[in-house]
């Protein structure tokens, strides 16, 4: 095993902290859902690595994890550490492929400490950008924006979008990329007048508060007579049932998320008009980035273009301290955060 960097030993934990599963919610998380807990470091095997994480993510689909319901990716189980995206420093490696002092991103967040095997690491360059932007802009919340907008919606240039929770990690991007390749308007939804102003700094043509007003009466406003030929949703609910309705015939939904309802113990009442689809032609088409990986590369190699130039910019809402994990997943399912929310450990 190698440990230690600059030719100097360092001593390695022991023990370390995460948070676990403590009961599974029902509707909102509650505080008590989650346990701070201190555990051993297992001895690392052959091809393991020892990584210090620096950033955690909270993300939305997360909270579906925490039900007991069959989904497609498996449920946390309860009294063990949660998992999820993570970047952090290798400070001890028994694997050939990784050395201490890389940088890598894996998926044993929620800890401050995570033996991983070293072929799900993957190393990032942090003179290209800081550790916390492959967590966001240059991560798998890239990937989602970039993948969903061009590859599910099948976006071309001259189409007019929409984006649903646009101040969100993945909505602000796919509204940037969405101008970066040619729309005539990117509309955005967002909960805040704060958020709605960033979104137009960001360069979206057209933004609104849906607390303002209902959604509908605002996109149309927005839309104009030449309504909407994209739909990036990540709410759901009433804003997917606004934008069937404003959607041009031959329009394309990207289903990304569904934010408004996954704290709900009852079924959405929303969209009500989905018989418009038939009419309109649209597709409908839900996506996990799991299915976009064999898009990774030419994403990576776009978007590290534009965030080089300034064309796509990206906002970080960073919470100190693994303790405040759970306060920032619950803040983030409230709207909280701009841009990507990320725990600093």
């Known amino acids: 095993m190698s440990a230690g ?4 030993e360092t001593a390695l934990p022991v023990t370390s902290r995460e948070i676990q599963l403590a009961s599974r919610p ?30 955690i993510s909270v993300d ?9 319901a069959k989904s497609y990716s498996a449920p946390f189980a309860l009294d063990t ?12 490696s028994r694997s050939d492929e990784r050395k201490v002092g890389d940088v890598v991103v894996h998926q044993r967040g929620w800890r401050e400490h995570a033996v991983v095997d070293a072929e799900r ?8 950008a800081p550790a916390s932007a492959f967590l966001g802009a240059l991560g798998m919340t890239g990937l989602t924006a970039y993948a969903g907008l061009l590859k599910v919606a099948e976006f071309k240039p001259g189409d007019a979008v929409f984006v649903s929770g646009a101040a969100g990690a993945v909505g602000s991007l796919v509204g940037q990329i969405a101008k970066a390749m040619g729309a005539t308007k990117v509309i955005g939804s967002a909960g805040t007048p704060e958020k709605v102003a960033r979104l137009l700094d960001l360069g979206f043509d057209s933004a609104f508060n849906y607390r303002d007003a209902p959604v509908l009466d605002q ?8 309504g909407i030929d ?6 759901g609910g009433d804003h997917l049932e606004a934008a069937l309705s404003v959607l041009n015939v031959g329009g394309r939904v990207a289903m990304c998320g569904a934010i408004a309802q996954y704290n709900s113990t009852e079924p959405p009442a929303a969209p009500r008009n989905l018989a418009v689809a038939i009419g309109k032609q649209l597709t409908l088409r839900g996506f996990l980035v799991g299915g976009q990986r064999q898009h990774a590369v030419e994403f990576a190699g776009r978007m590290a273009g534009w965030l080089a130039d ?22 983030m399912l409230d709207g909280g955060n701009t841009g990507k929310m990320l725990v600093r450990l």
């Open 219 to 226: 996109l149309k406003a927005a839309a104009g007579s030449e």
């Open 26 to 55: 029902d509707g909102r998380p509650v505080p008590e859902n989650f346990r701070l807990a201190e555990t051993a470091v297992p001895a690392l095997t052959e091809g393991q690595v020892l990584v210090r994480n620096l950033f």
């Open 310 to 331: 300034g064309t796509v910019r990206y906002d970080e809402t960073v919470v100190d301290g693994l303790e405040n994990a759970p306060r920032a997943f619950m803040d």
């Open 81 to 92: 550490a949660l998992d999820g995206g993570a970047v952090g420093e290798v400070i001890a």
């Open 121 to 128: 690491t993957t190393p990032v360059d942090t003179e290209l």
């Open 5 to 8: 960097a600059a030719g100097s």
């Open 230 to 235: 994209v739909y990036f949703d990540n709410v």
């Open 60 to 68: 939305p689909y997360m909270r579906g994890r925490m039900n007991d």
